[in-house]
């Protein structure tokens, strides 16, 4: 039985999370769970699942649950993911928020399921750093990351010559570039393939989301960016291709459904039937690629960007991402101004070695610097 920790509950990857668990009532014992600061959410889920361990962010004035015990703040994230009764820590929080508790599972030798990937590209090489230094296991969620990671088994890591992640190219991948300006809140929460969070919505019609999966990657698999490539798949059923210094390419191929990341992720190296659909090419039928357009995706730009800087370069695009899509979400910034106002806090910013000290430090003056320069008001 592994004893799961569930950082990010009330998500989407949370709740699919406790699906998958619920499926597999005998490998899989949910005892904590804890989010930002949706407290009825969560009371709601610790009562149907019997779970006595919660966590909240931000927790409501005077709340207190009878029979609970609850963990307040990020510190209190951290010690919950440190608690001796939990082998696996999800992480599936939004945001950069998630780094601390992320880096005290690692701590305590725990395994980590990764989900959030802004914690590799706030932080990417403080957490590789720690999780060798502790020995503890860390698995992507992401769904690419975990198709890569699969993919990977077919030959040695020093064998692969190069990782393709695929990307759906969102809702707005055949829009006329000059309706761009236009684009509403509504239009960008449409996801043709993916049903997910706002957040990860927006950022994959940006293709915020792929830039920041191409530095996930290039921490967890130990790659040169220049090995790290991206490719249009419309269909989102081949995640990610693996291609070896021989020339053969392995991929991952399965319908978009989240719990089957999870669900490797959570028995990793086993694999059972939880009768989730399964594909059939037939119905399927083309699976096409094509290589992204930068000007209608300056935002992959801008990630290769910040990695090429490395250090809190990535923090910062990052952060100014979070900030920018948040205030989009609020009607307060046109979908075209995202890439922009990224693009103007990465200039100002003078980047720093990538010690954990310094990403806090960025992320934080990051989120301040371009907070100043928004709009207070909808547009
Ligand atoms: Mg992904």
């Known amino acids: 039985m592994r004893r799961v920790l569930v950082l990010g509950s009330t998500g989407s990857i949370g709740k699919q999370t406790l699906d998958v668990a619920c499926r597999l009532p005998h490998r899989l014992q949910i005892v904590g769970l804890a989010t930002y600061r949706d407290y009825k959410a969560l009371s709601n889920q610790a009562t149907s699942l019997g779970v006595r361990i919660v966590g909240l962010i931000e927790p409501p004035p005077n709340a207190s649950i009878a029979g609970l015990t609850l963990y307040a703040g990020v510190e209190g994230l951290c010690a919950m993911a440190q608690r001796a009764d939990v082998d696996i820590v999800v992480v599936a929080l939004g945001g950069a928020i998630a780094l601390q508790p992320t880096l005290a599972a690692l701590e305590a030798g725990k395994t980590v399921a990764l989900a959030t990937k802004e914690v590799l590209v706030a932080a990417g090489e403080?957490?590789?750093?720690?999780?060798?230094?502790?020995?503890?296991?860390?698995?992507?969620?992401?769904?690419?990351?975990?198709?890569?990671?699969?993919?990977?088994?077919?030959?040695?890591?020093?064998?692969?010559?190069?990782?393709i992640l695929t990307a759906s190219g969102g809702p707005f991948r055949t829009r006329s570039l000059d309706t761009f300006n236009a684009i509403t809140v509504e239009e960008a929460l449409k996801h043709p393939n993916w049903d997910m969070g706002a957040k990860i919505t927006v950022d994959s019609a940006t293709m915020m989301n792929k830039g920041l999966e191409v530095i996930e990657a290039q921490h967890l698999f130990g790659l040169e960016l220049e090995q790290v490539e991206v490719l249009i798949h419309p269909q989102s059923i081949v995640h990610a291709l693996v291609e070896f210094v021989d020339g053969s390419v392995i991929g991952q191929l399965s319908l978009p459904d989240m719990r089957l990341p999870i669900q490797y992720a959570l028995l990793y190296p086993d694999r059972v039937d939880i009768a989730l659909p399964r594909l059939r090419l037939e119905q399927v039928g083309a699976l096409s690629f094509e290589t992204p357009d930068p000007a209608r995706y300056p935002c992959l730009e801008l990630a290769y960007a910040a990695a090429r800087v490395g250090g809190t370069m990535t923090?910062?695009?990052?952060?100014?991402?979070e900030v920018a899509v948040r205030a989009f979400l609020k009607h307060q910034i046109r979908f075209t101004d995202i890439p922009r106002l990224v693009e103007q806090v990465m200039a100002a910013h003078a980047p720093q070695p990538a010690t954990l000290e310094n990403a806090l430090a960025a992320d934080r003056w990051a989120r301040e610097y371009l907070q100043k320069s928004l709009p207070t008001h909808a547009l």
Do not use: C, W
């Open 315 to 321: 923090t910062v695009l990052n952060a100014a991402n």
């Open 126 to 163: 403080v957490v590789m750093r720690t999780a060798r230094q502790y020995d503890a296991p860390l698995l992507p969620i992401d769904s690419e990351h975990s198709g890569a990671f699969q993919a990977m088994l077919a030959g040695k890591r020093e064998q692969v010559a190069r990782l």
